[in-house]
């Protein structure tokens, strides 16, 4: 089982969109509001220097953007 972390804002479409995929492939994750979580944006920018989102954190490996031929080839997923 994976541990993936995704930091997001809820104006942001690819945010919508990596977890409705996500979510379309039956993959549980851990979802941050970093328009209102402060300490998740603190922590986001940490791990990436930036402030861009979404960003995703799949086992410690960090995704900026919704990638999804990456975050399928590290998930297993096959489409």
């Known amino acids: 089982m994976h541990k993936i972390l995704i930091y997001s804002t809820l104006s942001c479409p690819y945010c919508v969109m990596v977890k409705d995929f996500l979510k379309s492939h039956n993959i549980e994750f851990t979802d941050f509001n970093v328009a209102d979580d402060e300490k998740a944006r603190d922590e986001m920018v ?9 960003v995703i ?3 410690g490996e960090i995704i900026i953007g919704f990638d999804k031929p990456k975050i399928s080839q590290i998930l297993g997923i096959k489409e």
């Open 46 to 54: 940490k791990k990436t220097n930036q402030m861009g989102v979404p």
């Open 57 to 59: 954190d799949i086992d």
